[in-house]
Nanobody, 124 residues
Framework: QVQLVESGGGLVQAGGSLRLSCAAS????????MGWFRQAPGKDREFVAA????????YYADSVKGRFTISRDNAKNTVYLQMNSLKSEDTAVYYC?????????????????WGQGTQVTVSS
């Protein structure tokens, strides 16, 4: 079965950086787009970034554009989220997800599989 396992979360000061990883197994990783979402306490889950099957196309939420970079290594079945210039409002649980399609999308209902999440806490 499809499994997605996130890692790399933690506590960081505002202005700092973190890199999240998501290791995938149980499916043909290179066929599907991948995405990152996040959920802060008391808020709905929101889209962060997505990447096409090849890595040639990416899509970001306005709130992270210019600060976060999504990438993937299909040889390692892994997708990454490099987060720079972190702000306190970036504090959330971050989820990796596998799309049902090859092109990136911000629509959560187009993602069929989700990881368990990794906590990112940014202190001000």
């Amino acid at each position: 079965q499809v499994q997605l396992v996130e890692s790399g979360g933690g506590l960081v000061q505002a202005g700092g950086s973190l890199r999240l990883s998501c290791a995938a197994s149980g499916h043909t990783f290179s066929t599907y787009a991948m995405g990152w979402f996040r959920q802060a306490p008391g808020k709905d889950r929101e889209f962060v970034a997505a990447i096409s099957w090849s890595g040639g196309s990416t899509y970001y939420a306005d709130s992270v554009k210019g600060r976060f970079t999504i990438s993937r290594d299909n040889a390692k079945n892994t997708v990454y989220l490099q987060m720079n210039s972190l702000k306190s409002e970036d504090t959330a649980v971050y989820y990796c997800a596998r799309s049902t399609a090859a092109v990136p999308t911000k629509r959560s209902w187009e993602y069929a599989y989700w990881g368990q999440g990794t906590q990112v806490t940014v202190s001000s």
